[in-house]
């Protein structure tokens, strides 16, 4: 009977039931007397219709089993199997369960009741207990019966006899200690005492009891691949950790080994029936535990095995509450909490705010350094969320990086925004983890509680708004580079509604997409300024949705990345541009074909199996690949960028950086972002112009934007690297790119996206591609020059064709490709012979660059 789980009201009633049966079994006559004494008790005790006193197949006393013929197998069977059931004559076949008699070794009690009688409560064990009560006291009384039979025994011996008596009377103080203890430690566990303290306690009561041996209790670590280690230790001097382990290592599992005077003593703990340690007391010098330390022994292993128990069902409850990872409530707890903090909010008018957290850089770091690693960064990171908040705020892992955190206050917002930039400064600070600093930043979502919204709705407004602060934070290209991670805070606005509706959409139809090949690329043309060839083709994702139509990768991409089928689908863009690559090469055996990468690709481990995947596949040349990465890698780790670039290189392709070198407008002439000079280390052939730099160098203030390209140029001629120019999208532009040494450029007056079969048919055609330099020509700005008085008479008759002016002035001369070009008067206030734009609809990219280039 659980005495500490008692009200105190009923605690006097079950001293009163001990001294009861204390009182009655203590007056039998003899052994057998108080076995049938004990029988009787129980009996009236639980309302048994039989109770039996066995000892293997021999009965010892019992109740209701007859006068002339005791069903003595029938009692052996249910002994040997712990319960069941037997036939009693009169009385039928009766249900049984057996107890043991603790400290009477092979004595059982045996409790029967007729099966025509109904089942007593479910979850009621009242009974149970006191049967073992019972048994408990019944031990306790043989023992001290046959401890008062040895005492006349040894008094007839003389002075022997007092010391025995003496011994006796202290295994009785040791028994009564035991069941005080006991009742002490029950009562413990019910208050929820800490578990180490518990075991420390359990520890220090049996060397107590057992003349202050040292104790040792040793149990699985399941942290280390269930090793076992010591939990807690008594007593001096302690055991060595091997004669513990060996003593563990000997039981096997069960019951109790009562040592050898070199070997400790020590008996099995269990959890649920699982063993998991013992208990280890010294026997050194003292020889092996009689027959009362090894009950004392057994009886505090039970103790632990209880207190282990118990912490295990708590921990199982707070596992099914609880993030396993960090500890953190999960989102069925944080939303259940969020439910309760919404109803006190209608009750006390004070607001409540979601903030939904989600980490940005933490799948970079998952993908480089493993899944320990980013495990690790989780478990910190949701250290520093409990730091952000105060006292009545709640944070909760929502799943992989995401996290949210219940804050209420009179003005909600304004707390909110206060906690988020705490989060947002103490998340991105540095970390050190598996000997690499890494860095991760937080893009932050709030929603206000609204009347009529409920708590998941709370949460998905919140998300909303995190999904448009990771937004923003995608264009912080600087800060990237800085070595930071950035991150933004939202306020969700009703207007997000339609935004995050189609999100989830987009992000829903694109595991279906990339199913049944929804996707396809189109190619723009990358033109050598030189000759005007056709050397390359940038692959650009589209995707031909069902409903929305084809959409470009600005529509899409940026959900792409959160969805699980972006890696599947940046594999597809491999495969059919490499597929795509060997085709046109057929035409044009130089040709290349570039790729763009993201960054969170780039730094997975796979990327390079991924594109030497794709180049087998193939059977593409893999000098023929172009990779671009995009320019804001440069902000990583050093190390690791050098050897995820290493291991891209490694498949023959080339690598590019993209999106490289922007203007400063607070400085005039000042790179932003980036330079050449971390390129001399890191295994790259080129860099990409980023095309908001070449939209400047033609503009009024152009000259700070023409000084950095020229600059780029000879820093990339030195280095042995190639630089590309992106957005060329006016003459003027292509004309002072090739001044300042700039070779291969793309852009729409070189040649706008197009399908395969438009592009192919270019190729097929010789529409594109290399030409054969000829005569010197003058360059189209140049044209107007000699659009005087008479040759503007003959244009307002009509467009000239080009080749019929060059050929007037400078004899013959080629003919465009695409018809003839248009070459307009000079507008209205413009003296004869100034330079007049020129539109070049009609000419083809080829023909241009000739023109251009030829007029040298």
Not at 33 to 58: F, I, K, N, T, W
Not at 514 to 543: C, K, M, S, T
Not at 825 to 833: F, Q, Y
Request: net charge negative; aromatic share 2%.
């Amino acid at each position: 009977m659980d005495l500490a789980a008692l009200p105190a009201d009923q605690v006097e009633h079950a001293a009163g039931l001990l001294e009861h049966v204390l009182s009655e079994l203590s007056a039998g006559a003899s052994e057998r007397d108080v076995l049938s004494r004990a029988a009787g008790l129980v009996a009236d005790l639980v309302d048994a219709d039989v109770v039996a006193v066995c000892e293997g197949p021999h009965v010892h006393g019992g109740v209701g089993l007859g006068q002339r013929f005791l069903p003595e197998r029938g009692l052996a069977r249910v002994v040997r199997d712990g319960g069941g059931s037997f036939a009693v004559p009169g009385l039928g076949r009766v249900r049984t369960e057996v107890v043991e008699v603790p400290g009477l070794s092979g004595i059982h009690l045996v409790v029967g009741r007729a099966e025509s009688r109904p089942l007593p409560a479910e979850g009621d064990d009242e009974g149970l207990a006191a049967v073992r009560l019972v048994g408990r006291v019944l031990g306790l009384v043989v023992l001290a019966r046959h401890g008062r039979e040895r005492e006349r025994w040894h008094r007839q011996q003389g002075a022997q006899g007092a010391a025995e008596r003496t011994k006796l009377q202290q295994a009785l103080r040791q028994r009564e200690q035991v069941l005080t203890t006991s009742v002490r430690f029950q009562r413990a566990v019910s208050s929820r005492r800490p578990l180490p303290e518990l075991l420390v306690q359990i520890a220090a009561s049996s060397s107590e009891l057992m003349e202050d041996r040292a104790v040792s209790l040793v149990l699985a670590d399941p942290r280390s691949q269930m090793q076992m280690r010591v939990a807690a230790a008594v007593g001096e001097p302690t055991l060595e950790h091997s004669l513990v382990l060996a003593a563990t290592n000997a039981l096997g599992g069960f019951g109790v080994a009562v040592g050898d005077g070199q070997t400790p003593a020590a008996a099995a703990v269990h959890i649920n029936g699982r063993s998991v340690g013992a208990l280890v007391v010294d026997t050194r010098g003292r020889g092996p535990l009689d027959a009362v330390g090894a009950t004392v022994l057994r009886a505090f292993a039970e103790h632990a095995s209880m207190a282990l128990s118990h912490a295990d069902t708590v921990r199982a409850v707070e596992a099914a509450s609880s993030d396993s990872l960090t500890n953190l409530p999960n989102r069925a707890t944080l939303l259940r909490q969020l439910e309760v903090a919404l109803r006190v909010t209608e009750a006390d008018g004070v607001g409540t705010a979601v903030l939904f957290v989600d980490l940005n850089g933490f799948k970079q770091v998952n993908d480089t350094l493993g899944h320990a690693a980013g495990d690790e960064v989780l478990t910190r990171v949701a250290s520093r969320l409990r730091r952000c908040l105060r006292g009545d705020d709640v944070a909760a892992r929502l799943g992989g990086d995401e996290f949210a955190l219940v804050v209420r206050d009179v003005d909600p917002r304004r707390a909110a925004e206060r906690i988020a930039a705490r989060v947002q400064t103490d998340v991105a600070a540095p970390m050190e983890t598996h000997g690499t600093t890494v860095r991760v930043g937080a893009s932050i979502g709030i929603a206000l509680a609204e009347e009529g919204v409920s708590a998941a709705e709370l949460l998905r407004r919140a998300d909303s708004a995190m999904y448009m602060a990771k937004a923003e934070s995608h264009a912080a290209g600087p800060a990237v580079a800085a070595g930071t991670v950035p991150g933004g805070v939202v306020v969700f606005q009703a207007d997000m509604h339609d935004a995050d509706r189609l999100r989830r959409q987009l992000e829903h139809d694109l595991l279906r997409a990339v199913q049944e090949d929804e996707f396809e690329l189109a190619y723009q043309p990358i033109v050598r300024l030189a000759d005007g060839a056709v050397v390359g083709a940038e692959a650009l994702l589209r995707w031909r949705h069902r409903t929305r139509g084809l959409l470009e990768p600005g529509a899409f991409l940026a959900g792409a990345e959160r969805s699980p089928a972006v890696e599947e689908l940046w594999r597809w863009v491999l495969r059919s541009a490499c597929a795509q690559a060997v085709v046109w090469r057929r035409q044009v055996p130089d040709l290349s074909v570039t790729v763009n990468l993201s960054a969170a690709h780039v730094m997975t481990r796979g990327a390079a199996d991924d594109v030497r995947a794709a180049l087998t596949a193939a059977g593409l040349d893999p000098t023929a690949l172009v990779l671009d990465v995009p320019a804001n890698l440069l902000g990583e780790d050093p190390d690791l960028l050098t050897a995820r670039l290493k291991k891209l290189r490694a498949t023959g392709a080339r690598i590019l950086l993209d999106d490289f070198a922007t203007l400063d407008p607070a400085q005039a002439g000042v790179l932003a972002g980036h330079s050449l000079a971390p390129l001399r280390q890191l295994p790259v052939d080129g860099v990409k112009l980023d095309r908001t730099l070449i939209a400047e160098i033609d503009g009024p203030d152009g000259v700070d934007a023409l000084a950095a390209v020229r600059t780029l140029c000879e820093l990339g001629a030195a280095l042995d690297l190639g630089v590309v120019a992106e957005g060329v999208e006016r003459t003027e532009q292509a004309v002072l790119l090739t001044e300042a040494g700039c070779s291969v450029a793309q852009g729409i007056l070189l040649g706008a996206p197009r399908s395969v079969v438009e592009l192919g048919s270019e190729l097929a055609a010789d529409e594109l591609g290399p030409v054969e330099p000829t005569a010197a020509a003058p360059a189209l700005a140049d044209l107007v020059d000699f659009t005087d008085e008479e040759a503007a008479e003959e244009l307002e008759e009509g467009p000239l064709d080009a080749a019929a002016i060059f050929a007037r002035e400078f004899g013959p001369a080629p003919v465009p490709r695409n018809g003839a070009l248009t070459v307009p008067l000079a507008p209205a206030g413009v003296r004869p012979g100034a330079p007049v734009p020129v539109p070049i609809s009609g000419v083809r990219p080829t023909d241009v660059r000739r023109m251009l280039d030829q007029s040298r």
